[in-house]
């Protein structure tokens, strides 16, 4: 049994992320957010050695744009089921999956041939956000992207899980002094927006005696972050040299990892 991941692109540019569980000859394909266009979907699919019609399942966390993408077109052209909270679903409008939509809901987990993925809410600026917990029952691994605060019900659901694709939004002196206006700067930095690095670190240093042994940074704003800002913040948690910590980026997110 393996599981392996691969953030496809992250950020407020588009936000995707394959994850890949394989037991014998069964090869399931999990994509977790579509924030893309369909033609760059296919594009980054392709680079990652994938086609669309590989993927057996998507997983929308929440309806911002940056998440949402093409997610109708890829799933209605290539019949892949959508999982999403019902609160998101409405929030983006009721739009028809032509049968295909599934209900997320948080602490119900789902089968998708050789993984379960395990659904959880977190504090963040949308009507019903999940983000997951996904293991192939020999490992486990998480996406936390897109929260304005870690919680109790996160770090529980979290436990336990080896690798962390783990959001570092901003450096908070980069935000409070770059160019955003003061409302946009009140709502990422707020409780119910987006995490600064070292709230990120905060959750990883938790995260370690629970057995968290990597993490993969992402989400880093372009205009209020660098990616030697979040490696600074994680490296020393992590006990390892800050090169070795991983930024998914906006193009090209991070090449495939084990889980
Ligand atoms: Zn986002
Ligand atoms: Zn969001």
Redesign the pocket.
Known sequence: MTLRFRNLGSG?SG?ATVIQAREGTQVTHLLVDC?LGIREMHKRLGRAGMLAEQVDAVFITHE?A??IGCVRALAVRERIPVYMSHGTYVAMGEPDFDGLLRVARDGVAIEIGAMQVRPFTVPHDAREPLQLTCTDGAVRMGVL??LGRSSDHVMQELSGCATLLLECNHDPHMLETGSYPWPLKRRISGGWGHLANEAAAAIALALRDAGLKRVVAA?LSEQNNRPDLARAALAPVMGCDAQDIVCADGANGCEWFDA
Request: charged share 20%; net charge negative; aromatic share 0%.
């Open positions: 407020s936000n924030g911002h940056d998440h992207t897109d989400h």
